[in-house]
């Protein structure tokens, strides 16, 4: 795998946040990147090297996730308070316009939201393992995890590995656990109020106005996620207008994570997009 530099590495102050950016390339396709719940920039990593050169790629944490921080008021971080950094990022990165949103997992949500909120700014959303509601399997593991004590940090890693990572390789799932062994205290409670709040909250087509996007809509579901039920995926699709679903073959809810063969089909949608 190739490296690829940062063209800028900067931390933007948005309200009460403090939130890490990074901007690679200078050309093609503004592309921006959104994070699951409790993934860093690091989850492009395959992406940014297989792609920067070509196009130019936004990278930001939010709050509880990397170094992304909160510097005062509620631990919790809304739904409207992600859209409004995700608005913050793309005017300090210059990408008002035309521009290419692809999300992972919790990170489709802020994205259709930003996308129904402000239907001519995004050209095209990839939306990698979303559906409307948490599953069965969701609400389980989340509620298996919130349960733990909070000292067994492993325990819990291992509880969302089993649960649906059990197809990463042993590099990712070692990340995760090193990850919930140096998550403060706060952090950790946050990440596990935000699943409740998952599991308690209405079908995304409640909280959202599908029918307001205007982008080009590419859905992205392994054909083995355990997380995100297939008949669900395509309802979402459906209630998208003119969105386009790809059943992904062989992998589960971590997509590319799982195997980087899945980048080609990134590669595939850029290569159709106009710029």
């Known amino acids: 795998m190739k490296k690829s530099s940062s063209q800028a590495k ?3 102050k948005v309200g009460r946040f403090l939130i890490p950016y990074r901007i690679y390339g200078d050309k093609g396709l503004q592309i921006v990147c959104i994070n699951g719940v409790q993934q860093s920039m690091a989850m492009w990593q395959s992406f940014i090297a297989r792609f920067s050169d070509e196009h130019r790629i936004v990278l930001f944490d939010f709050p509880n996730q990397g170094k992304g921080k909160i510097v005062s008021g509620d631990k919790q971080v809304s739904l409207p308070e992600q859209v409004d950094i995700l608005k913050a990022i793309l005017h300090k990165a210059g990408a008002d316009n035309d521009v290419i949103l692809c999300a992972a997992s919790w990170g489709g949500v802020v994205a259709v939201d930003f996308a129904a909120k402000y239907p001519t700014r995004i050209k095209v959303l990839v939306l990698a393992s979303l559906g409307t509601r948490p599953n ?48 403060e205290e706060e952090n950790l409670r946050s990440f596990y109020e935000h699943g409740l709040f998952v599991i308690s909250s209405k079908n995304l087509s409640e909280l959202v106005d599908l029918k307001r996007i205007k982008a080009r809509t590419i859905l992205l579901n392994g054909e083995k996620d355990k997380i995100i039920d297939m008949a669900d995926a395509r309802f979402l699709a459906a209630q998208i207008p003119g969105c386009e679903m790809i059943v992904v073959k062989g992998v589960g809810h971590f997509l590319h994570l799982e195997d980087e063969k899945v980048l080609g089909i990134y590669e595939n949608i850029l290569a159709s997009i106009n710029n």
């Open 136 to 183: 069965k399997k969701m609400v389980e593991t989340i509620k298996k995890g919130a349960s733990i004590n909070m000292n067994n940090r492993e325990q819990m890693a291992e509880v969302l590995i089993k649960s649906f990572g059990e197809d990463l390789p042993a590099r990712f799932k070692q990340r995760i656990v090193s990850q919930f062994r140096a998550m």
């Open 10 to 12: 900067e931390i933007l």
